[in-house]
């Protein structure tokens, strides 16, 4: 269904650029299409081959609400964040009941990018958060600055940062909109593209899971990261159900003043004790979030 209502505004073109013939008809002489009208037609047609191929590269379902589809599909067929935000998006939220909202997908067992064996067991260079863990993160604040600059025309650079999230619920990843404005989240999915946006959600394995033959164990690993337009203070939002409140932590990238790699940095902060002592430091530098090593 959604297929050939996209494919109507395509048709539509061409019953246009073919009227002027048509119509001649009953005259003395056909008029020749003119050159303008080729043009157009021909690239319908290749617009139309672009979405066909993408439909099937990312495997959308007919059913399913085009604001949900990734943003390189919704380009070709001119479909734009302010136009699924607006009246536009209500009309199809409400044609497609079932859709998520347009800047939220999943990436589940299946459907990720397969990795075999179990997680590697927590470190404390991880940034954790609830069930989920950013492995080895808090090495990144110590990257050259030139590995996080884009390349070429490129306009964000990937920033490779295995994400592991415990069994049990699914998690919400949500940049924060100060972040956002700078990166995009980037999940490796089994077939097609790999995920990207500034919210994503991410449906851990059950404990028995397997991937070719070896288990997967109770701690699910996500490939993928982080595209950025340069080194950042990264800010991301967990939320889950097993949470009482989404948690927020900052991922330093390649800079070592931000609110994480200043207290990783300070041996003193590093030996204070005691929640009275994460609270103010909270208070006093709005960092909103704790080290996992204070944590449980």
Same mark, same amino acid.
């Given at each position: 269904?959604t297929?050939?209502l996209?494919?109507?505004?395509?048709?539509? &073109?061409f019953a246009?650029?073919g009227?002027?013939?048509i119509?001649?008809?009953?005259g003395?002489?056909p008029? &020749?299409?003119s050159p303008?009208d080729v043009r157009?037609?021909q690239?319908?047609? $290749?617009?139309? =081959?672009?979405?066909?191929?993408a439909?099937?590269?990312e495997e959308i379902k +007919?059913?399913?609400?085009? @604001?949900?589809y990734?943003a390189? %599909?919704? +380009?070709?067929?001119e479909?734009s964040?302010?136009?699924?935000d607006?009246a !536009?998006?209500?009309?199809?939220?409400k044609?497609y009941p079932?859709?998520r909202s347009p800047?939220?997908s999943?990436?589940?067992?299946e459907t990720r990018?397969?990795?075999?064996?179990?997680?590697?067991?927590?470190?404390?260079?991880?940034?954790?958060?609830?069930?989920v863990?950013f492995?080895r993160?808090k090495?990144?604040?110590?990257?050259?600055?030139?590995f996080l600059e884009p390349?070429g025309s490129s306009?964000l650079?990937?920033v490779?940062?295995?994400i592991?999230?415990?069994s049990?619920?699914?998690v919400?990843?949500? !940049? $924060? =909109?100060r972040? #956002? #404005?700078?990166a995009?989240?980037n999940?490796?999915?089994d077939?097609g593209?790999d !995920?990207?946006? *500034?919210e994503?959600?991410?449906?851990p @394995?059950?404990?028995d899971?397997e991937v &070719?033959?070896?288990p997967v164990?109770r701690?699910?690993?996500?490939?993928?990261?982080?595209?950025?337009?340069g080194?950042?203070? !990264?800010e991301?939002?967990?939320?889950s159900?097993?949470l009482?409140s *989404?948690?927020?932590?900052?991922?330093a990238?390649g800079?070592?003043?931000?609110g994480?790699?200043? %207290?990783?940095?300070?041996?003193t902060?590093r030996?204070a004790?005691?929640?009275? $002592?994460?609270e103010a430091l909270? $208070?006093?530098?709005r %960092?909103n979030?704790? *080290?996992?090593?204070w944590? *449980?």
């Amino acid at each position: 269904m959604t297929r050939k209502l996209i494919l109507l505004g395509i048709v539509a &073109a061409f019953a246009v650029a073919g009227s002027v013939v048509i119509a001649s008809a009953h005259g003395d002489e056909p008029a &020749a299409p003119s050159p303008e009208d080729v043009r157009g037609a021909q690239a319908d047609t $290749t617009k139309a =081959d672009a979405v066909m191929e993408a439909l099937l590269a990312e495997e959308i379902k +007919e059913e399913q609400n085009p @604001c949900t589809y990734p943003a390189e %599909l919704r +380009e070709i067929i001119e479909l734009s964040d302010e136009q699924c935000d607006g009246a !536009l998006g209500q009309t199809l939220a409400k044609q497609y009941p079932s859709a998520r909202s347009p800047n939220r997908s999943d990436v589940t067992c299946e459907t990720r990018s397969q990795v075999i064996g179990r997680a590697p067991a927590a470190n404390r260079q991880d940034i954790a958060a609830g069930p989920v863990a950013f492995y080895r993160a808090k090495e990144v604040a110590r990257w050259d600055r030139e590995f996080l600059e884009p390349k070429g025309s490129s306009e964000l650079a990937p920033v490779k940062l295995p994400i592991i999230v415990a069994s049990g619920s699914p998690v919400t990843l949500s !940049l $924060t =909109d100060r972040s #956002r #404005r700078h990166a995009v989240l980037n999940i490796g999915r089994d077939r097609g593209r790999d !995920l990207r946006g *500034p919210e994503v959600t991410l449906v851990p @394995c059950p404990p028995d899971a397997e991937v &070719a033959g070896r288990p997967v164990g109770r701690r699910t690993i996500f490939t993928g990261g982080f595209r950025v337009d340069g080194p950042r203070c !990264l800010e991301v939002a967990v939320s889950s159900p097993s949470l009482s409140s *989404p948690r927020t932590r900052e991922i330093a990238l390649g800079r070592r003043d931000c609110g994480w790699a200043l %207290l990783v940095r300070s041996a003193t902060l590093r030996r204070a004790a005691g929640q009275e $002592t994460v609270e103010a430091l909270n $208070t006093t530098v709005r %960092l909103n979030l704790v *080290p996992s090593i204070w944590t *449980p």
